[in-house]
């Protein structure tokens, strides 16, 4: 009787957690595996995932949840990804593929892959589960050739980026981690290298065709939750390398939108120019995040700069300071952000343009948009409304965006219609004929 209870617990508390592949993650078998920082600490632990080593950008995320989402973000190309949360991996990683159609973008996730160059955890966890988990993220390293490392105190790593700032690092692995830590000299920085081209879409491609309003998607490293939410708003979406000069084919679309991306905006000089003609004589809406926000800001005329340790986290502040669609000036939303440059605050603000967000932590700008009395429609905020991980605060921007597209394009319909009519009055043939078909065609 004993022993058949003792079975069924057995039992029931594998019902409760899937066991991951532990000869991987134990924290007892593992290798050893460190990470060396260039000014001069090290952190031992063990490692997960794939035993190689790397060099990267070391940066910290407060995140608590969505730690699939965080390493599946683009913008996180060549970094070191430190988590704050303790304990990371307990509800596994998901099967990342969805159909394409109308309503998903052909990935769960926020990209095909992990883009993080490692992960750095205190306790990775042995055990998952989640309903829609099939594997670890110890597994999920290994298969996308990322090294983990655990058992390691986040919270003093944490400390000393944010009082020194982001900093370059190594993560050395098995007979690695026994080496000396690199001289300076051999540390390697990421943001000498333009990685938005990198995670860029080397050619356009089309989402949604049959959406009733056709969005240009500028791709500096798109999270995938960009485009599903444009086209679950009904938008026909095409999707952009990051450097196409949109001003060849802008009369084919109904608004412009520009993604988050990693890296250093100053990279993307050749694509800032390209914007700058098309705010210019292109009326339409416009729309950033993240890195496009900043290249907006660029081809406004504000400057880019280096954070110390920028802001990554679902918990950042930003104070609205004006209104504009489902945003309300004086108003705090709290939102989701994953950046390590910002424009500059300037006084007076370049002509036409006006603060549209400010951090409430510390007063880096956080938002842009044109004036009213500009003539255009254009926006940008460093935060990400789409979440994925996050909170939906600001979601509606998707809404707002959209909407402003459509009524755009509503009034050209009309005003063409208006053409037709007018010529019509003073040209009675016209009025029977070619004007019946204009109209048409315009409809």
């Known amino acids: 009787m004993i022993s058949r209870n003792i079975l069924a617990l057995s039992r029931l508390s594998r019902g409760f957690a899937t066991h991951a592949n532990t000869s991987r993650i134990s924290r007892f078998s593992a290798p050893p595996a460190v990470l060396h920082l260039k000014t001069g600490q090290s952190f031992v632990g063990r490692s997960f995932g794939a035993q190689k080593s790397i060099y990267g950008e070391t940066v910290f995320s407060t995140s608590i949840t969505s730690y699939t989402e965080s390493m599946t973000d683009p913008s996180y190309r060549g970094q070191i990804l430190v988590f704050t949360t303790p304990l990371i991996g307990n509800y596994g990683v998901p099967n990342n593929k969805t159909p394409v159609n109308e309503k998903d973008v052909g990935v769960y996730l926020e990209s095909e892959r992990i883009q993080c160059s490692a992960v750095i955890v205190t306790d990775v966890a042995e055990k998952y589960s989640h309903y829609l988990a099939v594997e670890s993220i110890a597994e999920w390293c290994n298969r996308h050739g990322v090294p983990g490392v655990t058992g390691v105190d986040t919270r003093a790593i944490t400390t000393l980026l944010r009082d020194q700032g982001t900093t370059l690092g190594r993560v050395a692995v098995g007979p690695d981690a026994s080496l000396p830590a690199p001289n300076p000299e051999e540390y390697w920085d990421p943001t000498t290298e333009n990685l938005v081209d990198q995670v860029s879409t080397k050619e ?37 390398p990051w450097n196409f000069d949109f001003n060849k084919i802008r009369d084919q679309f109904d608004g412009l939108f520009l993604s988050n991306g990693p890296g250093d905006p100053n990279h993307c000089m050749e694509a800032a120019l390209h914007l700058r003609k098309t705010i210019q004589e292109w009326d339409k809406p416009i729309f950033g995040i993240c890195m496009g926000h900043q290249v907006i800001g660029i081809a406004a005329g504000l ?62 700008v956080e938002g842009i948009k044109s004036t009213a009395d500009s003539g255009r429609k254009v926006w940008g905020v460093q935060f990400h409304p789409e979440s994925a991980g996050g909170p939906l605060d600001t979601i509606e921007m998707f809404t707002d965006f959209i909407a402003e597209c459509r009524a755009h394009k509503m009034q050209l319909n009309l005003n063409k219609k208006g053409d037709v009519m007018g010529a019509a009055k003073l040209d009675p043939y016209l009025g029977r004929k070619e004007a019946s078909q204009r109209v048409a065609v315009a409809a």
């Open 303 to 364: 400057d880019a700069y280096r954070m110390t340790f920028g802001n990554r986290g679902h918990n950042q502040p930003v104070l609205a300071l004006a209104s504009s669609g489902s945003i309300k000036a004086g108003r705090v939303y709290v939102t989701s952000q994953n950046h390590q440059y910002a424009l500059k605050l300037q006084d007076p603000f370049p002509a036409g343009w006006e603060p549209f967000f400010i951090n409430c932590n510390d007063s880096s």
């Open 204 to 240: 356009p491609y089309q989402l949604n065709p049959n959406g009733d309003v056709k969005i240009a998607v500028l791709d500096f490293g798109a999270k995938a939750n960009i485009p599903r939410s444009l086209i679950r708003r009904g938008a026909a979406v095409t999707v952009l």
